[in-house]
């Protein structure tokens, strides 16, 4: 990779320029991203399998591109056309659209007007308009040198007409005028949005986007795909709006020497020709494609995230557990398994349809519950993660505290693609004899026992839930989702001697046939005694060993270390540190207050990253990333009850007083919160600090308490503004500087930073930073002035005419009003 290509990529992964090199030459030597981060933290200074996955993914179009320029190159060279200024451009090329404009000219094009020109032999007269010089004659003087009837010119006109196809061409082939009108479309276009007559059953998804106008860089990435899908099946109608006669008046001013000249309307006409004609319709077909290709990647980041949270969910771990699931059509699944996941019982519960009198009252799905409950001993229930099962979970806890059984929990676990494993063969093989409800809700069992495990059954396509799943590319979707298993896989490990095939396929080195051969091998052979023996897989070479020996483990072999993360390329070193200090691998774990003295070595995979991850090997092995849920322990209580949180009226709420309340929803405009009165109140994005916040999801959280000042009631609207910047304590003027307030920290200050932290929502995921860029958190946020000048203003308010409050609490009351009209329709 050249070594601007190395900045570049360093810039957008926030990495040195060393460790984009190193990734890069170690990922040339075969060495997969997981296996890396894992193994050679030392060599790449701790970057994680995201970052070095999007090293590599910008390594190969870096190399896809170098190789066209030369191909490119070389071409040109050949036909002795090459120039200093075009080598030099492109030696800077960086991007492949900016690539095929450079070389657009040199290509043959046959069959245009241009090209009919030229044979007529009028290249000369557009040369001469080119070039502006008024001698010999004026434009239509040279025009008539050109008349001839052995070519079919025969008038002035036609021979301007064919001298202006030739420019126009000329035109639309410049790299910089094309550049020039790409970058217009992307940065000023305005995507405006209509609806068609073919809208039949697809109104209602659309109907939305109807009146969208919104600048194209401002689009959410969701809402471009869904307005590009429904242009494609034709129920919208889209239209990129820019200032056409400015741009148009740019592009002349490149050309026209004099607008007084003869030569100006020539010049006007064929520039105007190459824009509306050519430049307007592929330049903007060029912009929606990498707008496209930009909201794919940004949606399928999304999905990759949540996919990823959904499988590291907390492990229950090998407990009983009964599932609750239930189903669409009404009624309800329920299955309990025993500690291995195996089903001990499954019924379903369907609303009774009819009673005969006299007939016994059917039992509830409480009634069904409870008895599985005290059949099997279980006292965790697991419910998914939707709306309905996490009400029909919290009835269940309701109706089970009027009865005797006592200590029974509820959790949750992820649903996505549950249905989809429910409805396949493979299930019906494994459970035979369940209906698929039933299926669907031993899968939602084991995947409270253990996410990851039970999830991996499913293609990853299925994992990912959402309206734009069927949207984005599915191609990249597969990979990306793959990526990520894969990543999950190997951060938690398997033991070789028990993980079935669906999950050995994802560790890094490994495919399909090789997972089936180990499988083979255990069962032929019996269990693995050391990961040397992986090598005798067939498929399983040298190479494939490095790579995923490290993340399958061995208990109860016959080298200790074979049950630790430590890879047995360092097991010999470890050996020799173990025995000097009078230790023996058979003796792990280690006390936390023993420390082994390990030798400094140049080897990369020997650093001081890799020696810190051996010691917390050598004291917790194998120890599981995610946690596990802990069960409390039973014990009686006395019972007591809690005074309900009594509700305010919306008319007895006063302005100036200060409330408490948790942030239920976070808009690019601002944040709402719940206060208890029945209606959600309104923070805008002005009044969350007393500095100019760019993102409020970087600023607050979903679930978070925060305090606010209510600045406006209106009870006929049913609209409230709070601020949090009116409850923030003045900050202290600076005597250096004649008593202006002195901004100490530029930072905007909010409850993050004036005390009022709030407690982090339900089921947040607490574990440390994997050494990857921080998303999201306080070291992100730009302060408003960048240059230093103390005397710069503070926020928007400030800059845009002075102190008056009204101006964002009115903006403040239209967006609620906004917001409630769009939720009432």
Request: a negative charge.
């Amino acid at each position: 990779m050249e070594q601007r290509f190395v900045e570049m990529v360093a810039v957008e992964t926030a990495a040195l320029p060393d460790q984009v090199r190193a990734a890069v030459e170690l990922r040339d030597r075969g060495l997969t991203a997981s296996f890396i981060a894992a193994y050679r933290r030392d060599a790449t200074g701790g970057l994680d399998a995201e970052r070095l996955e999007l090293i590599e993914r910008r390594n190969q179009q870096f190399i896809t591109l170098t190789s066209r320029r030369d191909a490119m190159r070389a071409n040109i060279t050949a036909a002795n056309r090459l120039t200093d200024s075009l080598a030099a451009a492109l030696d800077a090329c960086s991007d492949a659209l900016t690539l095929e404009d450079l070389c657009l000219p040199f290509r043959k094009r046959k069959n245009s007007k241009a090209a009919v020109a030229a044979l007529r032999g009028l290249e000369p007269l557009a040369d001469f308009i080119m070039i502006q010089v008024p001698h010999p004659g004026p434009v239509p003087f040279m025009a008539e040198q050109h008349i001839s009837a052995e070519h079919h010119v025969l008038t002035v006109e036609e021979a301007l007409e064919g001298a202006r196809d030739i420019l126009s061409e000329r035109i639309a082939l410049d790299a910089g005028v094309r550049r020039m009108v790409r970058d217009t479309l992307r940065d000023e276009g305005v995507l405006a949005v209509s609806g068609t007559k073919y809208l039949g059953a697809q109104r209602q998804r659309f109907e939305p986007f109807f009146n969208h106008r919104k600048p194209l860089r401002e689009t959410a990435p969701a809402d471009l795909l869904t307005i590009l899908r429904g242009l494609k099946i034709g129920a919208l109608r889209t239209e990129l709006l820019i200032d056409e006669d400015a741009l148009e008046a740019a592009i002349i001013a490149k050309y026209l020497k004099d607008p007084e000249s003869s030569f100006a309307p020539e010049i006007t006409a064929a520039v105007r020709d190459a824009f509306r004609r050519v430049l307007r319709v592929e330049m903007e077909e060029q912009v929606f494609a990498s707008a496209q290709q930009a909201a794919d990647e940004a949606v399928i980041a999304d999905l990759r995230r949540q996919v990823e949270t959904a499988v590291m969910t907390q492990p229950a771990g090998p407990v009983r557990l009964l599932a609750v699931h239930p189903m669409r059509g009404g009624g309800t699944a329920f299955a309990a398994v025993d500690e291995t996941g195996a089903c001990l019982e499954a019924r379903l519960d369907t609303p009774a349809e009819g009673q005969a009198e006299g007939d016994a009252a059917p039992k509830t799905a409480a009634d069904v519950a409870a008895e599985l409950l005290e059949t099997h001993h279980i006292r965790l229930v697991v419910v998914g993660n939707s709306g309905p099962a996490r009400r029909a979970g919290r009835a269940l806890q309701d109706a089970l505290r009027g009865t005797r059984i006592r200590g029974v929990h509820v959790i949750h676990a992820p649903e996505a693609g549950i249905s989809a494993w429910a409805a396949a063969a493979e299930a019906a093989a494994e459970l035979p004899g369940l209906a698929e409800p039933l299926r669907a809700a031993v899968s939602l069992a084991r995947r409270g026992q253990d996410p990851l495990m039970e999830m991996i059954k499913l293609e990853p396509r299925n994992l990912a839930v959402g309206p734009h799943v069927r949207e984005v590319n599915q191609r990249r979707l597969q990979e990306g989702l793959y990526r990520t298993l894969e990543y999950c896989v190997c951060r938690i490990g398997l033991d070789l001697n028990s993980a079935p095939v669906h999950a050995l396929r994802y560790v890094t080195g490994l495919q399909m046939g090789s997972a089936q051969n180990i499988v083979r091998r255990r069962e032929t052979d019996g269990p693995f005694t050391s990961r040397a023996q992986l090598k005798e897989v067939s498929g399983i070479g040298e190479k494939s060993s490095l790579l995923c020996a490290g993340f399958l483990r061995i208990t109860g072999g016959e080298q200790p270390l074979d049950a630790t993360r430590i890879h047995p390329e360092a097991h010999e070193a470890i050996t020799e540190a173990l025995a000097a200090a009078g230790l023996s691998a058979a003796a792990l774990p280690l006390a936390d207050t023993v420390t082994v003295g390990f030798p400094e070595s140049g080897d990369p995979a020997f650093g001081p990253l890799a020696i810190a991850d051996w010691q917390r090997e050598l004291t917790a092995p194998w120890e599981d990333p995610r946690g596990r849920y802990v069960l409390p322990e039973p014990r009686p209580r006395p019972e007591r009850t809690r005074p309900e949180r009594p509700r305010v009226d919306l008319s007895a709420l006063q302005e100036g007083v200060v409330v408490e309340g948790k942030v239920t929803n976070i808009a690019e405009f601002g944040v709402f919160v719940d206060i208890g009165v029945g209606k959600e109140g309104l923070i805008h994005l002005s009044e969350l600090s007393d500095h100019f916040v760019e993102d409020p999801k970087s600023f607050l959280e979903v679930g978070q308490t925060v305090k606010a000042m209510v600045t406006r009631v209106d009870p006929e609207g049913r609209r409230i503004s709070l601020s949090i910047r009116a409850t923030l304590p003045p900050r202290e003027p600076d005597p250096a500087e004649g008593g202006r307030r002195g901004p100490v920290d530029d930072r905007p200050r909010g409850p993050r930073d004036a005390g009022e932290r709030g407690r982090r929502p339900e089921g947040r995921d607490s574990r440390p930073d994997r050494g990857g860029p921080r998303r999201g958190r306080e070291d992100d946020r730009r302060p408003h002035d960048r240059s230093g000048d103390r005397s710069a203003p503070r926020d928007r308010r400030e800059t845009a005419g002075g102190d008056n409050p009204l101006m964002n609490t009115l903006l403040a009351d239209q967006l609620a009003a906004l917001r409630d009209k769009l939720l009432s329709d």
